[in-house]
């Protein structure tokens, strides 16, 4: 039976068998749900092609959400030159693209939550670009990125509303840093220190959406996340280390979120939620609803 509690667990597993953590991930969810690994396969491939949909649905599109806030801001990313360099500013672009169609009540998969869902794609799918990567590698790094994601979930949070933005866009960039390690042909010892590494560097992000809207800063968050992950990985296969093991940051991060103010956990009553701007798109917002 495969059963882990903790990234250390994962990783041992991982060792013993001589598996990547995709492997053994996968494993555990078809003996957790009693489903066939076929069938577990299957389901992941699911989610990957609703991810890539919502990448190429956010990139055509040019209309702004009901709020107004936000949209057509992917695709000026997209078409634009760069700084960064291709992968970096694709894994930006598709962040916001992915992130932009959940603002439009697009279709999109929560990984771990709808506010975070363009981060691990994003970072994921402009890696397979460069790369030259298939489904089976996509899969594959879907799986590490979940294994990542139930570990916090399960002994932490991953939820805006308990432990702050740090919770959502921190969890995702740490699932994104680890499974872009694994597509690269790096350890699980290597995935854990890329997942620490952005996680740590991320703790003490608040939750503060403007008028109440998963829209600012939230979509912008994605894609900057997203680059975050991407560097992770990077400081991950140049041998960088996190000092700090990786199940300690989580629970780090989940002190810090019991530790932060309600004002900064999703309920809008601090940061950028109360700026004078966003006070006028909030009382302008209550103004349309009243009229319509």
């Known amino acids: 039976m495969v059963f882990f509690k903790s990234i250390a667990e994962l990783l041992k ?4 068998k001589g598996k990547p953590l995709s492997d053994v991930v996968w494993m555990w969810e078809c003996e957790r749900s009693e489903c066939s690994s076929q069938t577990i396969w299957d389901e992941m491939s699911s989610r990957l092609k609703v991810m890539k949909e919502a990448v190429e649905t956010g990139l055509k599109n040019n209309a702004k959400s009901a709020s107004g806030l936000i949209g057509g801001d992917a695709r000026r990313l997209f078409n634009s030159h760069s700084l960064m360099g291709e992968v970096a500013g694709r894994a930006a672009a598709y962040a916001l693209a992915i992130s932009e ?5 697009g279709k999109i998969v929560a990984c771990p939550t709808a506010g975070s869902c363009g981060i691990v794609p994003g970072a994921l799918l402009a890696s397979a670009d460069y790369l030259g990567c298939g489904e089976n590698t996509l899969i594959r790094a879907l799986f590490t990125a979940g294994g990542i994601g139930e570990v916090v979930d ?6 805006g509303a308990v432990g702050g933005c740090q919770a959502e866009c921190g969890t995702a960039a740490a699932m994104a840093a680890a499974a872009v390690v694994e597509m690269m042909g790096g350890s699980p010892k290597q995935s854990a220190d890329a997942a620490a590494l952005s996680l740590k560097n991320m703790l003490g992000l608040v939750c503060d959406p403007v008028a109440g809207l998963v829209e600012v800063p939230c979509v912008k968050r994605n894609a900057f996340a997203a680059v975050h992950a991407l560097l992770a990985t990077d400081m991950a296969l140049a041998g960088v280390e996190s000092v700090i093991p990786v199940d300690e940051v989580i629970q780090a991060m989940h002190k810090i979120g019991i530790e932060m103010p309600v004002s900064l956990k999703e309920t809008s009553a601090c940061g950028l939620a109360t700026t004078p701007t966003a006070n006028a798109i909030a009382e302008r917002l209550i103004s349309d609803n009243t009229a319509n």
């Open 13 to 16: 597993i991982a060792e013993e």
């Open 154 to 159: 399960r002994t932490a949070t991953v939820s």
């Open 101 to 105: 169609v959940n603002a439009g009540m």
